[in-house]
């Protein structure tokens, strides 16, 4: 009989999040080092290539992949003949590995979770409570995935209840345009169709702990309808021309995985969910024996790859003009240096609220730039943990009063901006850039300093001014209100010319 003891299984948990917050898993790596290889697209060429120089750094350094450490979730399969040496409930012993994992001294997570979800909206602080699956299944071992899944990617997850005679293909094409870039493509879509609504969507985010395996299933063909979607799906998915970031090119998509159950006569329930740039989950299995030991991979698994800044311009933020600013093109790659404010959603709550009454700012923004980032705590000598963008069209509502009446004349963050923010930096020649989603620990390698400025309560949503030398981002928005998210994928799914071009 298989007893598992109460320790081994929470520091096995433990261990799994701190595992995946610093390791790809390897065919995640080889997929997308193939499609770098495949890209035409620079810029979409480029994004790929920082997030694997990204995901090597974070391996060789025991950082996180991404300053979004994500929600944290647990699948397990418990074998019907294991016995339990403890008297707590299964959940919680996962919350415990979960809450050791995040406050690791050596490598802490960032927090993300929040209780009083609709009202104060308060930070559990240890990223607790975590989401956990229970199967029973015939045996005497307990397989347990553990997975972080970012907050951007996961706000972009589609259901939808079709009819029947409705095509699942059709459907998949009309909302991954909607998706935006905001889940941090190249990454995989896993859907989950039949059963229930509740049966799909937990299917579909099962799918998504499969290893990436498409083209072995291309080499082989497919043998069943879902085998046959997933080839379908991919090809027209990737033909949209998205690319990696939003920026244009040939591979939004890695795999795609598809599962199936039996529904109603009159239903087609459809589930689907992204899974980003920082892909992360790993599986083992506990037989009795002790904790899970995960081997750390060789970096032999990634390749060695430099990235190329000889296109980029260099910008100084402390000395910069609307007169410079008006000479940037969408699309073009600049390296920042200087000082750049962050802030994110409640701090920009809390400027706009101040403005409002008439209250004065505790930080002048005229003529600065801000970077939408809730960067993970530093250890050791850094100067901050991984700083990755966030997604900026959570800002959208606050750009005209920022620009209009504070002075801010530029932002960086990540994906596109929809139509009034862009009429905004339009109006006010103003400009918007994005860094690489996923590339987290890279871009923390740019800042040089880091000091509170504002709001120090707000904790990782706090103001503080960066000190950063050769920052790499594109410019998203012109002076013109030119946009790369719309002119780039236009052009390579023009290119790639399998679906027609709609115009605007
Ligand atoms: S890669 Fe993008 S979507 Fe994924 S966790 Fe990081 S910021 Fe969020």
Redesign the pocket.
């Known amino acids: 009989m298989t007893i598992i003891r109460e320790e081994d299984f929470i520091q096995s948990i433990a261990d799994g999040f701190q595992y995946i917050s610093c390791y790809h898993p390897p065919d995640f790596i080889r997929e997308m080092h193939a499609a770098y290889l495949r890209e035409e697209s620079p810029a979409a060429k480029d994004a790929m290539a920082q997030i694997l120089v990204n995901s090597r750094m974070a391996a060789e350094g025991h950082r996180p992949i991404?300053q979004?450490t994500?929600i944290a979730l647990a699948f397990i399969r418990v074998g019907m003949q294991v016995t339990w040496d403890t008297k707590r409930p299964l959940d919680e012993l996962v919350n415990e590995g979960v809450r050791r994992a995040y406050t690791d001294k050596l490598n802490p997570l960032r927090a993300s979770v929040l209780s009083d979800v609709d009202g104060k909206r308060k930070n559990t602080g240890d990223n607790t409570p975590a989401v956990t699956h229970v199967e029973l299944v015939p045996g005497d071992k307990v397989e347990v995935i553990v997975a972080a899944k970012?907050?951007?990617?996961e706000n972009k997850s589609k259901f939808a209840m079709l009819l029947p005679s409705d095509s699942v293909v059709d459907w998949v094409l009309s909302v991954v345009p909607t998706m935006g870039a905001d889940?941090?493509p190249p990454g995989m879509l896993s859907l989950g169709i039949g059963g229930s609504p509740e049966k799909a969507m937990l299917m579909a985010k099962w799918g998504m702990m499969e290893p990436l395996d498409l083209h072995e299933l291309r080499a082989r063909g497919p043998r069943n309808r879902a085998e046959e979607l997933r080839l379908e799906i991919h090809d027209k998915v990737n033909a949209l021309g998205i690319g990696a970031q939003g920026l244009g090119g040939l591979s939004t998509v890695l795999d795609v995985k598809v599962t199936e159950y039996p529904t109603h006569a009159v239903s087609k329930p459809v589930a689907l969910l992204p899974n980003?740039?920082?892909s992360r989950h790993v599986h083992f299995v506990l037989d009795g024996s002790g904790p899970a030991k995960l081997e750390a991979p060789s970096l032999d698994d990634w390749p060695k790859l430099t990235l190329d800044l000889s296109t980029s311009r260099r910008v100084n933020l402390d000395t910069i003009t609307k007169e410079e600013i008006a000479t940037f093109k969408a699309g073009d790659r600049l390296l920042l240096s200087g000082k750049l404010l962050t802030g994110r959603d409640a701090a920009h709550k809390r400027l706009v609220d101040m403005m409002s009454r008439g209250e004065k700012l505790p930080v002048d923004l005229r003529g600065r730039f801000i970077y939408y980032v809730g960067p993970v705590e530093a250890v050791g000598d850094e100067v901050v943990g991984p700083a990755?963008p966030?997604t900026s069209s959570r800002m959208d509502r606050f750009v005209e009063p920022l620009l209009a009446d504070a002075g801010l004349i530029g932002m960086v963050g990540?994906s596109e901006r929809g139509p009034a923010a862009t009429e905004s930096i339009r109006k006010h020649g103003a400009l918007y850039c994005i860094a690489v989603?996923?590339a987290?620990y890279l871009v923390s390698k740019a800042i040089r300093g880091s000091r509170m400025v504002a709001f120090e309560d707000l904790g990782m949503e706090a103001i503080r001014e960066f000190d950063v030398k050769d920052m790499p981002v594109t410019v998203a928005v012109d002076a013109a209100g030119n946009a790369v998210h719309k002119t780039g994928p236009a052009q390579w799914r023009a290119r790639i010319g399998k679906i027609p071009v709609a115009v605007a």
């Not at 970012?150 to 990617?153: A, E």
């Open positions: 991404c979004d994500g970012g907050g951007g990617s889940w941090c980003c740039a920082a990755g966030t990540k989603g996923g987290a």
